[in-house]
């Protein structure tokens, strides 16, 4: 048991490699170095039959490089590398999961939002945070997660990386920001936290249980380079990219706060 949450009985405390492959030949990879959750790492993993290497970044895997294709990725990897960016730790996930079900809950929300004196539930976020939250309980309310192993693709800062969590999955997360994948597996260390793309990964998730609920949806839905580029060329006059791209990676724009 973990801080008193039902169904989630373990927690890792080292790198786990088991069942990573290298993304290159597909053969076994094992770690050369010792991790460290605030260095990076270069060389730290190595393929056991074509010597590829792989970093270890703030303590995570990143298995696969960024290509050509990955530049818009790279984009938000810089706008979520600001300073001032507020990333959510253990207890802070844990405190909005708990208003968000006593919002639901709630038989008059407007009440319960004006009475709360928690001020998350009057944040402008909150109500993106409760969608996320109402959809992934409608989608797994009649699912089992115990015992299961989970894939979360696009896990971002772990939210829903925590619930499967609290349902008793073991979960493995695939993120490739390094500043998100540092800061969710200090939040929800729990979970085996791997970093890089999906495209880089064995489509076919055979470590990986068969189960209507087990891939939930793909978060990760970056536009490639090449198709990014493409709109640009057919629309650019009509349109403001210094817009675009804020919308895309809520970067901020002068005049205006972070969207």
């Known amino acids: 048991m973990i801080d008193g949450i039902e169904g989630a009985t373990f927690q890792r405390t080292l790198v786990d490699l088991e069942d990573c492959q290298c993304v290159r030949c597909r053969a076994p990879v094992l770690l050369v170095a010792d991790p460290d959750p605030d260095t990076i790492i270069r060389s730290a993993i190595k393929c056991s039959i074509c010597d590829a290497e792989y970093d270890l970044i703030w303590g995570v895997p990143f298995l696969g490089a960024y290509d050509r294709e990955d530049i818009t990725g790279l984009i938000e990897i810089a706008a979520n590398a600001r300073a001032d960016n507020l990333y959510p730790d253990g207890p802070t996930i844990r405190r909005l999961e708990c208003l968000l079900r006593a919002y639901h809950e709630a038989p ?88 890089g ?40 006059p009509s349109l403001d990219i210094g817009l675009l791209t804020g919308v895309l990676y809520r970067a901020r724009l002068r005049g205006l706060g972070p969207l």
């Open 108 to 195: 008059d929300r407007r009440a319960f939002v004006e009475g709360e004196p928690d001020e998350f539930v009057r944040a402008p976020w909150f109500s993106n945070r409760y969608d996320e939250w109402l959809h992934f309980t409608e989608l797994t309310k009649d699912l089992s997660f115990s015992g299961l192993s989970v894939l979360d693709v696009g896990a971002g800062t772990g939210f829903d990386t925590h619930r499967l969590v609290v349902a008793g999955a073991q979960v493995t997360t695939l993120e490739y920001n390094p500043a998100l994948c540092r800061n969710g597996n200090k939040a929800v260390p729990e979970a085996r936290w791997i970093g």
């Open 197 to 236: 793309l999906a495209h880089s990964i064995d489509t076919e998730f055979k470590v990986f249980n068969r189960h209507p609920g087990v891939l939930l949806g793909i978060n990760e839905s970056l536009p490639s380079f090449t198709a990014f580029e493409s709109v640009l060329m057919r629309h650019g």
